[in-house]
């Protein structure tokens, strides 16, 4: 079991639909990230909050809409979504201080009809 | 053998060999880097981390090697074993943003029993 605990797993939903993927750690870290990742790619950074912050925006849409309630929780709301939107969201979270790896959950598996 | 381009780059290592997987960075302001095992359905796992100030580190089995002359790193696994079967990526930190975690390509290893 990984620390970083992200639900749901998995998710199909329609282009017009709304809907939330969430992100929980219990480590103190108080930088915290979202990552989108295709098949046989490597994770692709989109957010970073720091102390409850967004402290980078990769140019992402913004039918993506990140949100940090507290410094546990990390949410990602999605909106008018495309097929290519299609992946696993990862969700990562790191002490703030440098030279500190990421600590990762299993993902959200997301399908886009 | 091993292959590049539009597929993930491979690596097949017969049972108790040793594996050496390779990672080219460009950005010469990075001054940490990580190594990371993600296994089918599940998130990024962190192997080892070295910083820029050394050449070489070592852990249970995996060894990390730095060359900041050529910007290269490798990731060596000694005794290979079935459940070292994953994805390896290695990651790269910028001193100008902590935060701000750049993946490579990746490196598919299969170990043959």
């Known amino acids: 079991d990984t620390e970083v605990t992200q639900t749901p797993k998995h998710l199909v939903m329609g282009m017009t639909n709304k809907k939330s993927l969430k992100c929980e750690q219990h480590?103190?870290?108080?930088?915290m990230y979202w990552y989108k990742q295709k098949a046989k790619k490597p994770p692709e950074l989109m957010f970073v909050?720091?102390?409850?912050?967004?402290?980078i925006n990769e140019s992402v849409p913004s039918r993506f809409s990140p949100e940090c309630p507290n410094s546990s929780l990390l949410n990602l709301h999605l909106h008018a979504l495309q097929p290519e939107d299609s992946a696993l969201y990862l969700c990562?979270?790191?002490?703030?201080?440098?030279?500190?790896?990421?600590?990762f959950g299993d993902g959200t598996r997301l399908s886009i009809l | 053998g091993e292959s590049v381009g539009l597929h993930l780059p491979t690596l097949s290592v017969q049972e108790g060999d040793n594996s050496i997987i390779n990672c080219a960075y460009s950005?010469?302001?990075?001054?940490?880097f990580i190594w990371y095992k993600q296994e089918s359905g599940k998130g990024p796992q962190f192997i080892i981390d070295?910083?820029?100030?050394?050449d070489k580190r070592q852990g249970q089995r995996v060894t990390v090697l730095l060359n900041k002359t050529v910007k290269h790193l490798s990731l060596q696994i000694a005794a290979t074993q079935p459940g070292d079967s994953a994805v390896y990526f290695c990651?790269?930190?910028?001193?100008?943003?902590?935060?701000?975690?750049?993946f490579g390509p990746g490196t598919s290893l299969s170990v043959i029993p």
């Open positions: 950005n010469s302001a990075s001054d940490y």
């Open positions: 070295i910083r820029s100030n050394m």
């Open positions: 909050y720091s102390y409850e912050k967004l402290s």
């Open positions: 990651a790269e930190n910028t001193k100008t943003s902590y935060d701000k975690v750049i």
């Open positions: 480590m103190g870290h108080r930088a």
């Open positions: 990562a979270s790191r002490e703030t201080l440098s030279n500190q790896p990421q600590h």
